[in-house]
C-alpha cells in the first residue's frame, strides 16, 4: 500500500518560513519523480516544486528564488524549505509521486497539510 505522509504545515507570519516533509512508503522511492502541489480556497490545484529521480528541479515562477525543493532517498522523503512567505502562499499542499513506465503513468497523492501565512 503507497503512502505519502506530509508533515510540517501551520500558520506563519509573512516573511517567515517553514519546511514540508513528505514521507514515502510502498514505492520505491528513488524511481520516482516527486512534487509538491498547492491548492488554495476557489482555486485549481497548481505544480509549485517538483524534483526528478535523478535530481533536476523545477519550480513555479511564483515561488523561485524563496521554495527549495529536495530529497533524501535514504530516508524516502521529499521537503519543501519556504522562505520569506506571503499571504498568497496560503493554501493546502500537497505532495505527490509520479513514475512513468511503459506500462503507462501512475501517480500517488499525500493527503495534504495546511499552510496559512498570515499577520
Known amino acids: 500500500q503507497v503512502q505519502l505522509v506530509e508533515s510540517g504545515g501551520g500558520l506563519v507570519q509573512p516573511g517567515g518560513s517553514l519546511r514540508l516533509s513528505c514521507a514515502a512508503s510502498?514505492?520505491?522511492?528513488?524511481?520516482?519523480?516527486m512534487g509538491w502541489y498547492r491548492q488554495a480556497p476557489g482555486k485549481q490545484r497548481e505544480l509549485v516544486a517538483a524534483?526528478?529521480?535523478?535530481?533536476?528541479?523545477n519550480y513555479a515562477d511564483s515561488v523561485k528564488g524563496r521554495f527549495t525543493i529536495s530529497r533524501g532517498n535514504a530516508k524516502n522523503t521529499v521537503y519543501l524549505e519556504m522562505n520569506s512567505l506571503k499571504p498568497e502562499d496560503t493554501a493546502v499542499y500537497y505532495c505527490?509521486?509520479?513514475?512513468?513506465?511503459?506500462?503507462?503513468?501512475?501517480?500517488?497523492w499525500g493527503q495534504g497539510t495546511q499552510v496559512t501565512v498570515s499577520s
Open positions: 505527490n509521486a509520479d513514475i512513468r513506465v511503459v506500462a503507462g503513468r501512475f501517480e500517488h
Open positions: 510502498g514505492i520505491i522511492f528513488s524511481f520516482y519523480g
Open positions: 524534483i526528478t529521480s535523478g535530481g533536476s528541479t
